[in-house]
């Protein structure tokens, strides 16, 4: 043509193809596709099996979807599942979680928050020794604590209450949650903090007016992470309470593994989906949120 | 207090460490009601330091500090009438330009119309008015530092203290400020003390500017007398850009006057004004590039021959880089003047302006 040998050079120009099928689009995308099959299978198949009668579940076709859907198992597994002597299903375990979830949450993230601002903008004398006890508390076993803290809490009159149940979860998600907080406040601009300092406010003032709206990202990933740390949550669960008081996790436990009687696998699926509900739509709603906050508080100095 | 006058803020022997290190050394400074003070020297010299310790940001080791005669070394900062305005502009990003400007007073106590009256007065002052309802992620860098100093400006404090407020802005914006900040001196006439470290500013703002370093004010004086007659090699060479010339070589006394030397170098120092009697002996010769005449006819106390190395027009003035014998000498000349690379030229100047320092560092 005329006019491309008009041009000083006739090499590539613009922006540079790019093929959808190229040897490299299809190695990341058959990982990434192979990997989320791996991973989703198992719910699938808790999912189809919740959803099927015994008699289907009993012809062994895990993978099958049902031929007839039942919701059958889901209203057992919530209403009259049998734990021990109760027969009323999940919904008693899920009403205690909860009662002992909120309180938790909302009392751990409140000290820790102010525990965190504290170290990361009031430097007191001691403060670094604090903080290493605190960080080392969080590489305690759990596991060696359980006696001594069951000690405590029949001395206090707190033994197989929820109260104590949450006072535990408060403690014990205390170091990594200040850790989280410190780091967080520690990265927002120390001008900020001396600004608000000249400006005539104190520890308090400068803590609810100037740090809290500046954390939300921090609040929420906080707030996850309690969430679903302490529903998740089986040993302090069974170690600290009773029957009547067990939470969830405890008693799909029970559920799941009663010894009478056959293995209703339908209802056994449905009761656990019904138990990793909560965390699950916690996840669906702020994950965004949570990617974001995790990247503001990660951890440095 | 010792201070004969009435000094806006004054600091007496103030020392301040971490631990084993020292940041600041028995520093003493008094600052005249309504002057402005620039801190200068490079970073770490201590300069941020001295002036979050005058803010009560940091608890000094030792020493005191006066403000308005009032011994303020262990009062909160707020207690101690002072508005800061810092480098990062350290708005608070959730609330509204007005709410930055009035929290400090909310704190305080002060009734609504009073605090509505302050920031009309700031708003006006620094030409924020449209601004005061948005957020501080919705305006420029220039503007962010504008209600900073509002927000210093509604608390009616005595003394204003900046901490590098324009580092942040690019060149254009922050010559602008500059301007403004000086403009709100005259206005106020508050007394005013401000760190930086670059000298443009330090030159055009201060009343006085304290060189310092390592923690030590290497010297206190009004900007033209740091410029002509620096104490030591470090205030030198520190101020002045491009850089003073140094010249290594030795001090000697021929027939009764006194001369520098080094090589086939001999510069006589008839016309030179020591500061103290000279000794013979090591000396450092400095001058600055715009004190050389080049090509500039007869008539200088010294000339010579030199040849031209590097040129390097800057826009108004162009820097001639020249071999002198051994030496490597910068001059300035403007630009329509500038000679080519690789040709000879006649340079002279007066020892006058020059200035002598001796082995250890400090002016003769």
Redesign the interface.
């Known amino acids: 043509m005329a006019m491309s040998q008009t041009l000083a050079t006739d090499g590539p120009r613009g922006p540079k193809p790019r093929h959808t099928f190229s040897k490299r689009n299809i190695f990341i995308y058959g990982t990434l596709f192979v990997v989320a099959v791996y991973y989703l299978l198992p719910l699938y198949v808790m999912v189809v099996t919740s959803l099927k009668g015994m008699p289907e579940v009993r012809l062994g076709n895990i993978f099958s979807p049902p031929l007839e859907i039942t919701f059958e198992p889901w209203v057992k597994a919530w209403a009259t599942a049998c734990t021990g002597l109760n027969c009323d299903g999940l919904s008693r375990g899920f009403w205690n979680s909860v009662r002992i979830t909120v309180p938790s949450v909302i009392l751990s993230i409140a000290i820790a928050s102010v525990n965190g601002y504290a170290l990361a903008n009031w430097r007191f004398k001691g403060s670094e020794l604090f903080f290493t006890i605190l960080i080392i508390g969080a590489f305690i076993p759990y596991q060696v604590m359980l006696y001594p803290i069951v000690i405590i809490l029949r001395e206090i009159g707190l033994y197989g209450s929820l109260s104590g149940l949450v006072i535990v979860h408060s403690i014990f998600g205390m170091p990594i949650l200040t850790l989280l907080f410190r780091n967080y406040f520690a990265s927002l601009?120390e001008?900020?903090f001396?600004?608000?300092?000249?400006?005539?406010?104190g520890f308090w003032?400068i803590y609810l007016?100037?740090m809290l709206?500046?954390s939300v990202p921090i609040f929420v990933v906080a707030v996850i992470l309690q969430i679903t740390g302490i529903w998740n949550d089986f040993l302090f669960g069974v170690v600290y309470t009773r029957p009547e008081t067990y939470p969830m996790t405890v008693q799909l436990n029970n559920i799941v593994n009663s010894v009478q009687g056959v293995k209703e696998y339908n209802v056994n699926m449905a009761a656990t989906l019904l138990t990793g509900l909560v965390p699950l739509v916690v996840y669906f709603i702020s994950g965004k949120l949570f990617v974001r906050g995790i990247a503001a508080g990660a951890v440095k100095g | 207090m010792s201070a004969a006058a009435n000094p806006s803020v004054s600091i007496q022997d103030l020392t301040l460490s971490f631990g084993t290190v020292s940041v600041l050394q028995s520093l003493n400074l008094d600052i005249a009601e309504g002057e402005f003070i620039v801190l200068l020297g490079p970073s770490g010299c201590g300069k941020s330091t001295l002036l979050?310790c005058i803010?009560g940001?940091l608890d000094i080791s030792d020493g005191r500090i006066f403000i308005k005669g009032k011994n303020v070394t262990w009062e909160?900062?707020?207690d101690r009438g002072?508005?800061?305005v810092?480098?990062?502009?350290?708005?608070?990003?959730?609330m509204s330009v007005e709410k930055n400007l009035s929290?400090?007073l909310k704190?305080?106590g002060t009734p609504k119309e009073e605090i509505d009256k302050r920031i009309a007065r700031a708003a006006e002052i620094l030409q924020i008015e449209p601004l005061l309802q948005r957020k501080p992620a919705a305006l420029s860098g220039g503007q962010r530092q504008r209600v900073a100093i509002g927000?210093a400006l509604v608390?009616d404090v005595d003394v204003f203290l900046f901490?590098e407020p324009l580092s942040n802005l690019d060149a254009k914006l922050r010559s602008e400020l500059r301007v403004e900040i000086k403009r709100l001196h005259q206005r106020l006439a508050n007394t005013m003390i401000y760190v930086t470290h670059d000298q443009i500013e330090a030159m055009t703002l201060a009343d006085r500017i304290a060189v310092m370093r390592g923690g030590v004010i290497q010297q206190l004086d009004a900007p033209q007398a740091i410029y002509n007659r620096p104490v030591n090699r470090f205030v030198a060479g520190f101020i002045g850009s491009p850089g003073m010339n140094f010249i290594d070589g030795r001090l000697e006394e021929v027939d009764g006057g006194w001369r520098f030397g080094t090589g086939d170098l001999i510069v006589p120092l008839s016309t030179y004004g020591f500061d103290k009697q000279p000794v013979a002996g090591p000396a450092v010769f400095g001058v600055r590039p715009e004190h050389i005449g080049l090509n500039s006819g007869s008539g200088w106390p010294f000339s010579a021959k030199a040849a031209v190395d590097v040129v390097e027009p800057m826009g108004s003035d162009t820097l001639v880089w020249l071999r002198l014998g051994a030496q490597s000498l910068s001059v300035r000349v403007p630009s329509e003047r500038a000679p080519q690379t690789g040709s000879q030229v006649e340079i002279g100047f007066d020892p006058m302006r020059a200035s002598l320092f001796g082995e250890d560092g400090s002016r003769l």
Request: charged share 25%; proline share 10%; no cysteine.
């Open positions: 601009p001008e900020l001396k600004a608000a300092r000249v400006d005539g406010a003032s007016r100037i709206p500046m | 979050n803010a940001l909160e900062p707020k002072i508005g800061m810092f480098q990062s502009y350290a708005l608070y990003p959730q929290f400090g704190v305080a927000r608390r901490d």
